[in-house]
């Protein structure tokens, strides 16, 4: 998933001419605010001759690649109850993540109702915080005309993402424009790092769920405080995790560990795209959305365990490797995963008690970076990094004053290459410094829980 340009395709025409760059030239007419005001709710599939086709339950057209047969379904009158406990968590978000994060999280376990799904990602990400912090700058950043080097590549791609959902489905329709005007807007906010093709499957997905405006502050998060440098040009932090998932699969599954390892097979073979697309690509329709309301809740832990998952059960056994005899086989194994593995309820169960903690997370996540550190020198760190550390720092004065909460973890996050520049990286910690299986805002992840508190300032997403 480079960051250079995409191999040539055909581009998505919008309704009103090229996709330029600015709201007015991705209006299809005088009626474009209206438009804005139904933005990522409706479908253009009647637009793209697809109005005698059958949507599924998620906005798939029904016998295409993204739709699903038959699934499980929640009862109806215990989807009523799930939303009820829902609305009153999202009504009283800060007593929630004050008193009862642990419980936020067995709900993001059980799934979040599809009715309030994308509602719940904004409270939980830190989206619906960053949108209030920010008024007015997604409208800026959307009139603003964009840098030409990334929009031809961003509207290349534009076509590629989810062509069967109905959103999608139509070329310059309403879903392709909000999700150009979306990656356009990120590159402007961080021009440094520009656009990374991965981030549009991750884009596809939050506009379905909520409009353009909540989707790029979603993004942001997502991009910024999930999967920190996952999407930078020299990709560093994805080459990292990819040793961390593989040293973590000698624990959880020994026989495919020593497979891979005599094949000589690079974790980036496999795992960049499970990554970086956040399995948007890999898994089925309603294993992707539980998979992240678990993401969202508590990190980029879950995006190791699915991994972790995966290769246990694609490789995890000497029955299922004699038809791997070479890396060919080996790849296109995990390029092919069983149906049942990938189940809804079969891989969220697995997930969830997958014997992998934290801790044992963080603790290769500085064994790793040590030996990148030994062998390649030490990782740089995206520049809103560097800026948002050195802001961290001049804000905490000295750094010989104590420290607070948010400055006082040392620990390098998880997923992310960077360790505090204003404190040496240290051993790792003590058996009792670092919680088993810790709640929400312990997570070294997903930052502590005043990050998503409706009242905090942003120095509390550092």
């Known amino acids: 998933m480079a960051k250079s340009p995409a191999e040539n395709g055909p581009r998505a ?3 009103g001419g090229s996709l330029s760059g600015t709201r007015e030239s991705l209006a299809p007419g005088p009626d474009a605010a209206a438009a804005d005001e139904v933005s990522s709710l409706g479908s253009d599939s009647e637009a793209n001759g697809f109005a005698e086709r059958r949507i599924d339950k998620f906005g798939f057209l029904v016998g295409s690649q993204g739709a699903e047969g038959a699934l499980e379904e929640v009862p109806l009158e215990v989807l009523r109850q799930r939303e009820s406990k829902w609305l009153d968590m999202l009504n009283n978000w800060d007593k929630w993540m004050a008193k009862k994060h642990k419980k936020i999280r067995l ?3 059980k799934g979040i109702p599809p009715s309030l799904r994308g509602r719940a990602w904004q409270y939980l990400s830190g989206g619906k915080v960053k949108l209030q912090q920010n008024p007015g700058k997604f409208d800026e950043l959307d009139m603003s005309p964009g840098d030409p080097k990334w929009l031809d590549v961003i509207e290349r791609d534009l076509h590629r993402q989810f062509p069967f959902h109905e959103m999608f489905v139509s ?10 005007r979306v990656l356009k ?6 021009p440094e790092e520009g656009y990374c093709q991965a981030q549009a499957p991750i884009a596809a997905v939050l506009l379905m769920h909520m409009p353009a405006e909540q989707a790029f502050w979603c993004l942001v998060q997502i991009c910024e405080k999930y999967l920190p440098g996952y999407y930078s040009e020299k990709l560093e932090a994805i080459q990292l995790d990819g040793e961390i998932l593989f040293s973590l699969l000698q624990k959880v599954s020994p026989v495919a560990h020593k497979h891979l390892s005599w094949q000589k097979i690079d974790p980036l073979l496999y795992m960049t795209e499970w990554f970086m697309c956040a399995f948007t690509r890999t898994l089925p329709w309603s294993s992707v959305l539980r998979v992240w309301d678990m993401f969202f809740c508590e990190g980029v832990k879950i995006i190791f365990r699915v991994g972790l998952v995966l290769l246990k059960h694609a490789l995890g056994s000497p029955e299922k490797l004699k038809a791997c005899q070479g890396q060919y086989e080996t790849i296109e194994r995990l390029r092919s995963l069983s149906p049942k593995v990938m189940q809804e309820a079969f891989l969220v169960q697995e997930v969830i008690e997958l014997p992998v903690t934290e801790r044992q997370i963080e603790r ?3 064994i790793q970076l040590r030996r990148w550190q030994e062998t390649r020198g030490k990782p740089k760190p995206p520049k809103q990094i560097q800026k948002k550390q ?8 000295q750094l010989d004053k104590t420290p607070t909460p948010n400055q006082a973890k040392v620990v390098p996050t998880v997923g992310d290459a960077y360790p505090p520049q204003d404190v040496p990286p240290k051993d790792p910690a003590p058996q009792d410094s670092v919680p088993q299986d810790s709640a929400p805002q312990d997570s070294a992840h997903h930052h502590s829980r005043e990050s998503l508190t409706s009242q905090e300032s942003e120095d509390t997403y550092l």
């Open 364 to 366: 290769e996540h500085l």
């Open 171 to 180: 070329r310059g329709g309403h879903g392709q424009q909000d999700l150009f």
């Open 107 to 109: 709900r993001c376990q």
């Open 13 to 15: 025409p919008a309704a």
């Open 185 to 190: 807007a990120y590159t402007l906010y961080r």
């Open 390 to 397: 050195q802001k961290q720092a001049k804000a905490s004065g």
